[in-house]
DNA sequence: CAAAATATGGAGATAATCTCCATATGTCAA
DNA sequence: TTGACATATGGAGATTATCTCCATATTTTG
C-alpha cells in the first residue's frame, strides 16, 4: 500500500480552504442549494481543483465527518480516563446528542449525504465506533453493563438519531432512545422468570 | 382541500406499471445506476408520462415507501387485537426488523431516497408512527411499560435500524437494539437510589 | 358517436457535472 | 541563487442527466 505523499504547499492550502469553507455551508444548510462548481468559486478555488481534491459531494462530507468523528473520539478516551467506566459511557452518549444538538445544520448535511454509499461513513466513523466499543467493554468488564449486546447496537441507535434530523421533537426523542439503551444496558438481574432476548 | 379526481384509466394502468418497475429496481439496489429517464423507458412509459406521476425520484419512494409502511401498520394492529399489549410490541418490533432483513434492497434504497427532504418520510411513515404510538401507549396502560420516554424514541432507533443497512453485522444489531429498546422500556422498579433519565 | 377532457411519448431546451491542458507555482539539487 | 523537474491550478467547453412542452392519442361523457 503505497503511502500517500505529502501534498505541496499550495495544494494543502486549497484543500483546508475547501474543507473550511464546506463546513461552513453545510452548518448553514446550504449545500444543496449549490452547485458543486459554484461551492469551487465560493472556497475560492477552480472548478478542475475542487474535483482533484474531492471528486463527489460525498468525499468532501466524508472527509469533514472524519474530523467531527475524530474530536467526538478524542473526547470519549478523555471521559474513560477520569470517570467510572458506566458514568463515562453515559456521559458520552448524552454528550453525543449535545454536539449534534449544537451542530444541526452539519448534522442534517453528513447525513444526508452519506445516506447513499454509506460505505463511506461506515469508514469515516471507525474512530468513533472504536471508541464506543471501547467505553462499552470496558463498563462490561466493571460489571456495570450486560454482556449479551453488541456494541455495534449502540452505535445503530446513534446512527438513528444522526439521520433522523427533522423530526419535530428531535431533541426529546433522541434523549429517549439514549434513556432506553443506557437502561436497557444496565445488567440485568441474573434469571427472574421475564426473558427479553429472542 | 379539492378532492383528487379520479385518474384515467390508461392513467392508472402506467401508475402501477411505474410503481411495480420501481419495487422491482429498488430490490435490486440497481435504481441509482438508472438515468430517471431510462427508468421510465424500463416501465415502459415516456419520460414525461414518469415525471407527471412523478416529478422527483423522491416522489417515487415516497409512493412505494407509503405502501410498505401501511402492510406493516396492518400487521400492528392485528397483533394489538390478539396480544397482551407488551407481547404485541414486542413481536411488532422483532417483526419489523424481520420485514426489512426480508427486503434488503427496498430498505436500502428507501432509506437512502428519503435522507434528504426527509420531510416525506415522516409523512409517507405517519401511519407506521401511529400504530407504534398506540402500541406503546396501550402497554404503557397495562402497566407494563414506563410512561416517561416518548413513542417518538422508539420510532427513531427504528429509523436507525432502517437506515444502519450495510453493517456487516446488521441483524445481529438491529435485534441488539430492539431488546436494548424492550428492556429500557420495562417498567422500572420505582425509586431505588440509581436514577437514569437526565 | 361527437366533442370535451385527459393523458401520452419523446425531441429538444436547460442545467449540472466533470475533463483536459496551457499555464502557474512550489521543490530540490547543485 | 538558479534552473529543471514535479506538482498543482483555473476555467472553457465537452459530456451527461434532468425536465418541459406540445402535437398526437386515448378515454370519458353527454
Chains 1, 2 share one sequence.
Do not use: C, N
Not at 51 to 61: D, G, I, M, N, S
Not at 82 to 92: C, G, W, Y
Not at 139 to 150: I, K, N
Request: charged share 30%; proline share 3%; net charge negative.
Amino acid at each position: 500500500m503505497p503511502v500517500d505523499k505529502p501534498l505541496r504547499a499550495d495544494a494543502q492550502r486549497k484543500r483546508e480552504a475547501l474543507l473550511a469553507t464546506a463546513r461552513e455551508v453545510f452548518d448553514a444548510g446550504d449545500f444543496f442549494d449549490l452547485r458543486f462548481d459554484d461551492f469551487a468559486r465560493l472556497a475560492g478555488v477552480g472548478t478542475g481543483t475542487l474535483y482533484r481534491h474531492f471528486p463527489t459531494r460525498e468525499a468532501l462530507a466524508e472527509a469533514v465527518y472524519r474530523d467531527e468523528v475524530a474530536a467526538l473520539a478524542a473526547h470519549a478516551h478523555r471521559l474513560r480516563d477520569t470517570l467510572p467506566a458506566a458514568e463515562a459511557l453515559a456521559t458520552f452518549l448524552r454528550g453525543v446528542v449535545d454536539h449534534i444538538a449544537a451542530h444541526q445544520g452539519l448534522a442534517r448535511t453528513l447525513a444526508t449525504l452519506m445516506a447513499d454509499r454509506s460505505g463511506a461513513l461506515a469508514e469515516g466513523s471507525r474512530a468513533l465506533e472504536d471508541a464506543v466499543t471501547d467505553l462499552v467493554a470496558a463498563a462490561v468488564r466493571d460489571g456495570a453493563v450486560r454482556d449479551d449486546v453488541d456494541a455495534g447496537a449502540v452505535m445503530m441507535a446513534l446512527h438513528g438519531i444522526g439521520a433522523a434530523h427533522d423530526r419535530p421533537e428531535w431533541r426529546t426523542e433522541a434523549d429517549g432512545v439514549i434513556t432506553l439503551v443506557l437502561d436497557g444496558l444496565r445488567r440485568r438481574r441474573p434469571a427472574r422468570g421475564q426473558e427479553s432476548a429472542r
